[in-house]
């Protein structure tokens, strides 16, 4: 057994001197990658070649000597008198960070590809309220790494903790294997199905993103030469694709993009597994980058699921448990923690693992027909004569007819994403149904709440129409345009049974 005090200020892994000189070069990079680009491909410069030299030998030296200086002036530490961790770094700039443990939400241990070769653990701290991570470890043992994340969730006073010096399996999991493991254990043939089934609006935007971006910068390489690259894309498209070609052109890009969604899925969520140990839930995943979580039911703040239409033949869900304000701050590293591939039992069960409590949908209301017909008028009708009004002028009368399926289009998504748009209240549960093609029910629990808010349009007050927006610590859930009285006096309840109850969730 090896014995590890973490009351003492001790460093990062000696091995991980390599990892802090990898981000100090891409640091280094992002700071001087311009300067070396014009210096490439500067014409006419007898020394360029001795000029980028001395860049590469200076910014060695730097990385070798701001590496040193952050890894030996970087120390952390725990003080168990006041339940506190501390983080003590910069040689110039000196900080400290002190985290209260009854404050941290989530500790993560995180491998990417370096660290798994050099038998490492990055470890990171998340607080609620905090925009960003609040602290952060790069390099250190699996034996520190999961001494540290014990600790730091158990909030225990002793000063030393026996752990297994193997890096592969946090001790407590390893010692209660027997009780309990693998809870929930996706496969890959799962993960092969959520691959096919999401994000394909968000990969093909990415995608054409992409495209037109290759073809700007083509452009500006042949700007002399006034090549307009779009329009010698669209005359070869012309002259040598026949419209038989088509058909073969989309479905060539469909499998583009669930093929990339596939490997994006496979790599991001390879071997995942989750396991319940002391009432707490063991996340772990990965193929390149490994990531490590424990979750405290009591603290998750909303839990979504996910489903559409090929995802329901399927009989798979996809979750996200949220446990700070992490969904609407891009710069926070978690951004929720993503469950795929789950089939109704595993939903259920961990439904049940986190609330303690069955959820049953009922008391739901749903927006007035108000919002749909709202929505129908500025979001189908005129745009649909904003088109066929430029069509008409500009345009060649062919494109006119287009203006039929964007109606039909625009239309179609109004009204099932009204018909999908319900608000659940029940005693212990708020839940609320809402999406398009891929429809969301997201979950709270009222004694979580820290602040609601109710309104009114000046064009509702004499309609007897509201909107509700309830607050947590993990994101918000807002409803609009439903009957103001129902709303006031669910919100009034909710109040009410907060003081009543008086419940903690920290």
Request: proline share 2%.
């Amino acid at each position: 057994m090896q014995q590890i005090d973490l009351n003492f200020p001790q460093r990062q892994s000696k091995k991980g001197l390599v990892i802090i000189f990898f981000n100090v070069l891409k640091a280094l990079i992002k700071s001087i990658l311009p300067l070396l680009l014009v210096l490439f491909f500067r014409e006419h410069d007898d020394n360029k070649s001795i000029k980028i030299g001395l860049i590469f030998a200076t910014v060695l030296i730097l990385i070798l000597v701001l590496g040193f200086l952050n890894f030996w002036f970087f120390k952390f530490y725990i003080n168990s008198k006041a339940s506190e961790f501390i983080i003590e770094k910069g040689w110039l700039n000196k900080s400290k960070t002190v985290i209260k443990f009854d404050k941290i939400q989530q500790v993560n241990l995180n491998q990417n590809f370096l660290h798994r070769l050099l038998n490492l653990y990055s470890v990171e701290i998340e607080t609620a309220g905090s925009s960003k991570t609040e602290g952060q470890i790069y390099a250190v043992s699996g034996a520190v790494a999961h001494a540290l994340k014990l600790k730091l969730l158990e909030r225990e006073s002793s000063q030393n903790i026996d752990v297994q010096s193997k890096n592969d399996l946090i001790s407590e999991v390893s010692h209660q294997k027997k009780k309990r493991t693998n809870f929930i254990k996706i496969s890959l043939a799962t993960l092969v199905k959520v691959g096919v089934t999401r994000n394909y609006l968000q990969t093909f935007s990415l995608l054409f993103i992409i495209s037109i971006q290759a073809i700007e910068k083509i452009e500006d390489f042949y700007k002399e030469d006034e090549i307009d690259v779009f329009s010698e894309v669209g005359s070869y498209a012309e002259e040598n694709l026949s419209i038989m070609l088509l058909p073969i052109f989309f479905v060539g890009i469909i499998l583009l993009v669930l093929i990339i969604n596939l490997v994006r899925t496979l790599l991001k969520y390879f071997n995942y597994k989750i396991d319940v140990i002391n009432k707490k839930l063991f996340i772990s995943y990965g193929l390149l980058d490994t990531k490590n979580t424990i979750i405290k039911a009591q603290r998750v703040q909303v839990l979504k699921y996910t489903q559409n239409y090929f995802q329901k033949l399927m009989d798979i869900s996809i979750m996200k448990i949220l446990q700070t304000d992490s969904e609407n701050n891009t710069s926070k590293k978690g951004i929720g923690i993503d469950v795929p591939g789950v089939n109704k039992k595993e939903k259920n069960e961990i439904i049940h693992q986190i609330f303690k409590k069955e959820i049953k949908l009922e008391n739901g209301i749903k927006p007035s027909i108000r919002k749909f017909v709202v929505h129908f008028i500025w979001f189908s009708v005129l745009p649909t004569l904003v088109y066929f009004g430029i069509s008409w002028f500009k345009f060649e009368e062919i494109y006119l007819y287009l203006a039929l399926p964007i109606f039909i289009l625009t239309a179609l998504y109004q009204w099932i994403t009204y018909k999908n748009a319900f608000f659940y209240f029940t005693e212990n549960f708020i839940v609320k149904k809402s999406g398009f093609w891929d429809v969301t029910y997201s979950i709270i629990e009222p004694h979580k709440i820290q602040k609601i808010m109710t309104y009114q349009r000046i064009w509702h007050l004499n309609l007897n129409l509201g909107s509700v927006v309830v607050y947590t610590a993990g994101g918000y859930l807002t409803f609009s345009i439903a009957d103001e009285e129902i709303i006031t006096n669910r919100v009034n309840y909710w109040l009410y049974n907060i003081e009543k109850r008086n419940l903690n969730w920290m």
